[in-house]
Nanobody, 119 residues
Framework: EVQLVESGGGLVQAGGSLSLSCAFS????????MAWFRQAPGKEREGVAF?????NTAVADSVEGRFTISKAGTNLYLQMDSLKPEDTGMYYC????????????????WGQGTQVTVS
């Protein structure tokens, strides 16, 4: 079992920055592949970025050049710069992909989410 707790969301003006954190605990052997997802009201959940067990990272095309994912110790981070109103949504931390480590697969463990609103 893995527990995930996100923090760092909030209200920011377009063009601003936010840094999200996800503290994880429990069976950390299941945290080699971790990711950030988001869901806007009325829209499907969207993969934002992932980091695999070797430290390789990837981000979605929609956030390329603006968002950066990183992992240190028992924390996963998402640095979000040049934010746009379309980045608004609930952001979720996830661990242990059910398949290859990528954004188009489901994950076993999820946090409760942190709200990001860009005005």
């Amino acid at each position: 079992e893995v527990q995930l707790v996100e923090s760092g969301g909030g209200l920011v003006q377009a063009g601003g920055s936010l840094s999200l954190s996800c503290a994880f605990s429990g069976n950390t052997r299941n945290t080699h592949c971790m990711a950030w997802f988001r869901q806007a009201p009325g829209k499907e959940r969207e993969g934002v970025a992932f980091v695999d067990g070797t430290g390789n990272t990837a981000v979605a095309d929609s956030v390329e050049g603006r968002f950066t994912i990183s992992k240190a110790g028992t924390n996963l981070y998402l640095q979000m710069d040049s934010l746009k109103p379309e980045d608004t949504g609930m952001y979720y931390c996830a661990a242990e992909s059910l398949g290859f480590c990528r954004l188009d697969v489901d994950f076993r463990y999820w946090g409760q989410g942190t709200q990001v609103t860009v005005s």
